[in-house]
């Protein structure tokens, strides 16, 4: 059974930064997929970014503020948010596919506010 558990959530003001972090633990293969979405009030959960052994992907809404990094022998992915709008207030969610497995994290909340 594969877990994921979130930390780094916060308040933070307009322009400031905060690093999540989504440590994995279980049956964890290479080649999986990990990624984070965030879900707004009153809005659908959206793709943030991703990071697979081929590389990274990123809504454009937050290219160049955001980077998603990994830690392999950790088995845990990092998400660094700069340059924080509040328009990125949200429950940011962890999330793993691999294989036919998709697991989700319980989500650690972002709030942007003077």
């Known amino acids: 059974q594969v877990r994921l558990v979130e930390s780094g959530g916060g308040l933070v003001q307009p322009g400031g930064s905060l690093r999540l972090s989504c440590a994995a633990s279980g049956s964890i293969f290479s080649g999986n997929a990990m990624g984070w979405y965030r879900q707004a009030p009153a809005k659908q959960r959206e793709l943030v970014a991703t990071?697979?052994?081929?590389?990274?992907n990123y809504a454009d809404s937050v290219k160049g503020r955001f980077t998603i990094s990994s830690d392999n022998a950790k088995n845990t992915v990092y998400l660094q948010m700069n340059s924080l709008k509040p328009e990125d207030t949200a429950v940011y969610y962890c999330?793993?596919?691999?294989?036919?497995?998709?697991?989700w994290g319980q989500g650690t909340l972002v709030t942007v506010s003077s």
């Open positions: 999330n793993l596919k691999q294989s036919s497995l998709e697991v």
């Open positions: 990071i697979t052994s081929g590389g990274t």
